[in-house]
C-alpha cells in the first residue's frame, strides 16, 4: 500500500501590512496575507480570468505551500485587484 505524502499548508501566514479594501457601498474588507487573499479573490472578484488573476491564485497557492514567502505574492494580489478595477490601499 502506497502512502500519499502530507503537504503542509501555512494557514496562519500573514503580510506584514493588510491590504484594506473599501467599495462604494460595502463593508471595509482587511486581506491579512494568502489565505484570506485566496478566498477574496474566489468570493469578490466577478470576472475570475485575467492574467494577473491566475498568477495571484496560484502565487497563493504556494504560499500556502511555503513555497514561497507571502511577502513575495502580495504584490500579485494587488494587481489582481487592479486588473479588476478594485482600489486596494
Not at 13 to 23: D, G, K, Y
Not at 28 to 52: F, M, S, W
Amino acid at each position: 500500500m502506497m502512502t500519499t505524502p502530507v503537504i503542509p499548508i501555512a494557514f496562519s501566514t500573514f503580510w506584514h501590512l493588510p491590504v484594506v479594501i473599501e467599495l462604494a457601498g460595502r463593508p471595509k474588507v482587511e486581506v491579512r496575507g494568502p489565505r484570506d487573499a485566496l478566498r477574496y479573490l474566489t468570493e469578490n472578484i466577478t470576472h475570475q480570468y485575467g492574467p494577473c488573476y491566475s498568477r495571484a491564485r496560484r502565487r497563493c497557492h504556494a504560499a500556502l505551500r511555503n513555497e514561497i514567502t507571502a511577502e513575495d505574492m502580495r504584490e500579485d494580489f494587488l494587481a489582481a485587484c487592479a486588473e479588476s478595477e478594485m482600489r486596494p490601499r
